[in-house]
């Protein structure tokens, strides 16, 4: 073998690791995909996906549930800075119980405690996704954070009882994308569930992780990689026949045929092999998809000038046409929304606040639930979107908005959702919806909640309704479960 072919062989080597950590995503994008499966999981039947709905930047989700009776709301907003007025209060940030028009949430249990029938609201930007929970379709896991085991403040002296980097942006989105918090894990929990259930596809070239939102952790596996897209859709090569091959005779059709040539040929460096092999694979999947995608429409309309919106009526598109054409049995699609770190300006009123932000989240999920009805694609009970985000935020206002917290409130929708609940007890030792005063023993003086239920238990509910339930299987994606009480909190 030739010095030029060892090199290039141990660089591919260097590049697959570098790749299973998100580091060659500029090299290796959507396209690139291993074809074998595992077979662990062939006898999957019907049609299921899950939706991960990404809020960066840390969303403050305190303000997203809120406790209505008059006690308990007392504590949240003195933690708050009171009431937010901006004349008389602009630095609080709580959010004064409803009245007229604002109807609290009716009953709510809460599973940790059976009894209670206290009541709550949500942000009142939230309008659709308040009547999704009063459908019961939609429920809320709440405290939930990344864990190492379960803990209470006289624990957390100890390093080796808290998570790494516990209020850095990067390291708590790698956290939550994997499910753990083991020493040198590089894989997505929504990757390491496709090499499971990829099995169960009938098109083996399209992957069963699919996102809309750019390169991500959360959908790397063993043999998996995500097919990325965009909103607006798949982007054609410019001057080249889309698909090919070419009819006549043209300057595209020489293009063409000459790119053809390139891409059949065999090369003696294996980087360049294997980068054809990649343009290639990507090129059959836009002949595959394009024509289906551009032939598929929906009866519901999406709210223009609304990113998210835009990236859910892609997602909606993409599984009417995988169901129309049997491509896939499961699916795992990523999407994302920015703009949730709000040092400053949160409750200000502007476009960019907090309100406004909620409120294109709920405009953006009641338009793609609409589509997911009965007079769209019809596939609620198959579609469980679920929302994630690095931390939520301190209750302690900092003058003009908060800081980087720890546990938070996390939504799950859809039709097989055992909604109209809170879920918030993890099996540990802090259950129920958490004590919101500065000096309570489960949260820090700020604010930044120690959670009750980690990101494992969070994650492994979903993944086993989506269809992975074998033990060792479990395991293997989240191996810190066995540190905590229950591995399915039983909201899905």
């Known amino acids: 073998m030739n010095q030029l072919r060892q ?6 080597r260097g590049l697959a690791a570098a790749a299973c950590c998100g580091g060659a995503s500029a090299l290796f994008p959507q396209l690139r995909m291993i074809g074998t499966a595992l077979a662990a999981t062939r006898d999957l039947t019907g ?17 997203m549930l809120v406790p209505n009776d008059a006690a308990r709301h007392a504590v949240y907003a003195a933690a708050r800075g009171g009431v937010y007025n901006g004349s008389s209060n602009p630095g609080g940030l709580a959010l004064a119980r409803p009245t007229g028009a604002q109807v609290p949430l009716q009953s709510i249990v809460d599973a940790a405690t059976s009894g ?9 930007s939230l309008v659709r996704l308040a ?24 624990d957390y002296a100890q390093t080796a009882n808290r998570p790494p980097q516990l209020f850095s942006h990067s390291d708590q989105e790698n956290l939550w994308h994997q499910a753990n918090v083991s020493a040198g894990s590089v894989l997505g929990w929504g990757g390491r569930s496709g090499d499971l259930v990829r099995a169960a596809n009938a098109n083996q070239a399209l992957s069963p992780c699919i996102s809309i939102a750019g390169a991500n952790r959360f959908e790397i596996g063993l043999n998996t990689m995500p097919y990325q897209m965009s909103a607006s859709g798949l982007t054609a090569l410019s001057g080249m026949c889309n698909p090919t091959p070419c009819s006549g005779v043209s300057a595209t059709s020489v293009r063409d045929n000459a790119l053809n040539a390139l891409l059949e040929a065999s090369y003696e460096s294996d980087f360049a092999g294997e980068y054809a092999k990649v343009f290639r694979r990507g090129r059959d999947l836009y002949s595959l998809l394009k024509t289906g995608l551009d032939a598929t429409t929906l009866v519901t309309t999406f709210p223009s000038g609304n990113s998210l919106a835009g990236q859910l009526q892609a997602v909606a598109k ?22 949730f770190d709000l040092h400053s300006g949160l409750m200000s009123g502007g476009n960019s606040d907090h309100a406004a932000l909620l409120a294109n989240v709920d405009a953006a999920l009641g338009a793609f639930w609409d589509a997911l009805g009965p007079g769209d694609i019809d596939a609620r009970n198959e579609v469980t979107v679920f929302s994630a985000s690095e931390f939520a935020r301190t209750l302690q206002s900092n003058g003009s908005g908060s800081d980087h917290g720890w546990g938070g409130v996390q939504f799950v929708l859809g039709g097989a959702v055992n909604g109209g609940r809170l ?19 489960n949260n820090f003086s700020r604010g930044q909640m120690i959670p009750g239920i980690s990101v494992d238990q969070y994650a492994v509910t ?14 293997a994606i989240f191996p ?8 399915n909190l039983g909201f899905v």
């Open 7 to 12: 090199t290039r062989r141990d660089f591919l």
């Open 47 to 63: 049609y299921k996906a899950l939706v991960c709905v990404y809020l960066s930047g840390g969303n403050d989700s305190w303000n």
């Open 116 to 124: 209670d029938v206290s009541q709550y609201f949500m942000h009142p």
């Open 131 to 154: 009547d999704i929970y009063r459908a019961n379709k939609l429920a809320f896991a709440v405290n939930v954070g990344p864990l190492v085991r379960p803990i209470v403040m006289a």
């Open 318 to 339: 993409l599984i009417k046409l995988s169901r129309q054409e049997g491509y896939a049995a499961r699916q795992i699609y990523y999407v994302r929304y920015g703009g």
């Open 423 to 441: 879920y918030s007890d993890g099996g540990g030792p802090i259950s129920g919806f958490p004590n919101q005063d500065l000096g309570a023993p």
């Open 462 to 475: 979903l993944a086993r309704w989506l269809g992975v339930t074998a033990a060792s299987d479990l395991a």
């Open 480 to 487: 810190n479960l066995s540190q905590f009480g229950s591995s």
